[in-house]
């Protein structure tokens, strides 16, 4: 079934326009919905109080976004195979990416399949229902036990608050680059022999804090992101862009701290060994989302290329047996437990002998499947 390009939203009395679902009002978010799936046209068909609604508190945070709105009470003739919802639904954007799922035709026209995934929203209960729904969305597209049973613990609550706020999410992801930056400079801290044994634990201690603040936090703007529909490429390279920084600016203090506190060849070998791979890691997952995707996040690549990999290949079993070992989450709360137990200067060996796994790993796929993904 081909989908619609035009959508008509008729105006709903019976509910209030004030009501907010993650920060947007609810006819802001489902005019946010059907941008992002891809409308061409949007027509608001609404009442007398929609549209004085429309005009003072929605219409200045889509302004970029042309709606069409019709005349009060207006006898709309619907164009053919056009989408009509009431303003008051509760729908998610991935609802469109399975639209026969979803969405039935009526006559001459598709409207939505009235169920406990869709359904109108007249109470401060439905208020509640769509919220949390909204968030398990989130949480069910969060892979890795870290992820989901801590970090996600403590960022969600955090983005829930923060998104009522209307702030941008890459002001947060910059925040955080900030965050990722003072972790790196505790860690030098610590390397510095002037500093005494307690002192330098303590700058230990808290560059591990740091980090894995920096890892929790990284969550925040990514959901905001996808509660206000503010995800663009641009924030996607911003936000991959923040993480490698974060992650490579520890790894060259802690590689620092290694190399002053252990001295000799082995620490030289494994902060060679370490940014090589680094390198040629994030070199080969930017070299395929770059030119085979549309995002410009690194989580792009076992979503697009790793998912989409022959189950009984034995590199694939591989890196997907492995896959959580090597994220930013797991190597966080590792690095973290290391600081906290005063013993950083093995932080270097672990990260550089994991990488080096991982690097290899991932080229080997890429060279042998990348034929299989056209280039766009």
Do not use: W
């Not at 983005?159 to 999410?169: E, G």
């Not at 900030?178 to 330098?200: C, D, R, T, W």
């Amino acid at each position: 079934m081909n989908t619609p390009t035009t959508a008509i939203i008729n105006s709903k009395e019976t509910y209030n326009y004030h009501n907010k679902i993650t920060g947007l009002y609810i006819l802001e978010r489902n005019i946010m919905i059907l941008i992002k799936a891809g409308f061409k046209r949007i027509v608001l068909n609404p009442s007398q109080g929609e549209k004085v609604f429309f005009e003072k508190r929605i219409k200045k945070h889509i302004k970029k976004f042309r709606i069409e709105v019709e005349p009060v009470n207006s006898k709309l003739v619907y164009p053919k195979s056009s989408l009509v919802i009431c303003s008051n639904i509760f729908l998610q954007l991935h609802y469109f990416k399975d639209f026969d799922k979803y969405f039935k035709k009526q006559s001459n026209i598709f409207i939505p399949i009235l169920s406990d995934d869709i359904f109108t929203i007249t109470k401060k209960t439905d208020i509640k229902k769509a919220t949390n729904k909204v968030v398990q969305t989130i949480l069910d597209g969060t892979s890795g036990f870290i992820s989901r049973k801590i970090n996600k613990a403590v960022s969600t609550p955090i983005s829930r608050l923060l998104v009522k706020t209307r702030i941008h999410p890459n002001y947060l992801t910059i925040v955080n680059i900030g965050i990722g930056v003072l972790s790196a400079y505790f860690m030098f801290l610590a390397a510095n022999p002037e500093y005494s044994g307690k002192l330098q634990y303590i700058y230990m201690a808290i560059s591990g804090l740091l980090f894995q603040t920096a890892s929790i936090f990284d969550g925040i703007d990514g959901e905001i992101a996808k509660y206000s529909f503010k995800f663009t490429k641009l924030g996607g390279y911003l936000d991959t862009f923040g993480d490698n920084l974060t992650l490579l600016l520890f790894l060259i203090a802690s590689s620092y701290l290694s190399i002053v506190k252990v001295g000799g060849l082995i620490p030289l070998i494994s902060t060679i060994v370490l940014f090589t791979s680094l390198a040629l890691a994030v070199s080969t997952m930017l070299r395929f989302i770059s030119t085979r995707t549309d995002s410009g996040s690194l989580l792009a690549f076992e979503s697009h290329f790793l998912r989409k990999l022959p189950p009984n290949d034995f590199l694939v079993k591989f890196a997907k047996a492995t896959k959580y070992l090597i994220q930013k989450e797991t190597f966080s709360v590792m690095f973290f437990i290391i600081c906290l137990a005063g013993a950083a200067k093995y932080i270097l060996p672990v990260a550089a002998f994991a990488l080096l796994i991982s690097a290899l790993t991932i080229c080997m796929l890429f060279l042998k499947y990348r034929k299989k993904f056209p280039i766009k």
